[in-house]
Antibody, heavy 120, light 111 residues
Framework: QVQLQESGPRLVKPSETLSLTCTVS????????WNWIRQTPGKGLEWIGY???????NYNPSLKSRVTISVDTSKNQFSLKLSSVTAADTAVYYC??????????????WGQGTLVTVSS | DVVMTQSPLSLPVTLGQPASISCRSN???????????LNWFQQRPGQSPRRLIY???NRDSGVPDRFSGSGSGTDFTLKISRVEAEDVGVYYC????????FGGGTKVEIK
């Protein structure tokens, strides 16, 4: 059974960079699209972006200038960096797998989510 | 941006009765390959979202057949034929045709 687990700092200071890693177990990272999605009470679910196992990426246009997603196939991990964070970036961050088409058909496996708070 | 509008926001349902959730987009969700990328997710309290339906009407493995999806173009519906206690949660539609965006969610609760 494929499992995804987010890890990283739970508290980030304003203007700094949020960094999270998702570790994939129970399956290979190859041939899939690996996504980051966040959830806030105010804006609901928001897709952040994906990386294909080969390294190609696609980001939400509204976040593109601040987002970098990378992959390490040797460790079965992929990572998110979100720069210049503000309180509006406080959210539960999920990593998720898409089997097809960059996520057009949604996501078949999700991590449990991790709450990241932006505060000084 | 494609905006996904769900209604109602809250849906109290009696156990064993049907439920219906509407999802509308402000643009057609027919993609250039002919497919319509409209998906439905369920989020039970305290859990991560779970995909129920992809491409309008295709149920995921393990999803009970009381869940069904329908619609076309800009107008879509998720139906639960007979609501069970385990169906309590928030349901989201998500479009994958024009980038990826989610609806605001519909909270299903038992009366």
């Amino acid at each position: 059974q494929v499992q995804l687990q987010e890890s990283g700092p739970r508290l980030v200071k304003p203007s700094e960079t949020l960094s999270l890693t998702c570790t994939v177990s129970g399956g290979s990272i190859t041939n899939y699209y690996w996504n980051w999605i966040r959830q806030t009470p105010g804006k609901g679910l928001e897709w952040i972006g994906y990386i294909y196992y080969s390294g190609s990426t696609n980001y939400n246009p509204s976040l593109k200038s601040r987002v970098t997603i990378s992959v390490d196939t040797s460790k079965n991990q992929f990572s998110l960096k979100l720069s210049s964070v503000t309180a509006a970036d406080t959210a539960v961050y999920y990593c998720a797998r898409a089997s097809c088409c960059g996520g057009r058909m949604g996501f078949d496996y999700w991590g449990q989510g991790t709450l990241v708070t932006v505060s000084s | 941006d494609v905006v996904m509008t769900q209604s109602p926001l809250s849906l109290p349902v009696t156990l064993g009765q049907p439920a219906s959730i509407s999802c509308r987009s402000n643009q057609s969700l027919v993609y250039s390959d002919g497919n319509t990328y409209l998906n439905w997710f369920q989020q039970r309290p305290g859990q991560s979202p779970r995909r129920l339906i992809y491409k309008v009407s295709n149920r995921d493995s393990g999803v009970p057949d009381r869940f069904s999806g329908s619609g076309s173009g800009t107008d879509f519906t998720l139906k639960i034929s007979r609501v069970e206690a385990e169906d309590v949660g928030v349901y989201y539609c998500m479009q994958g045709t024009h980038s990826l965006t989610f609806g605001g969610g519909t909270k299903v609760e038992i009366k």
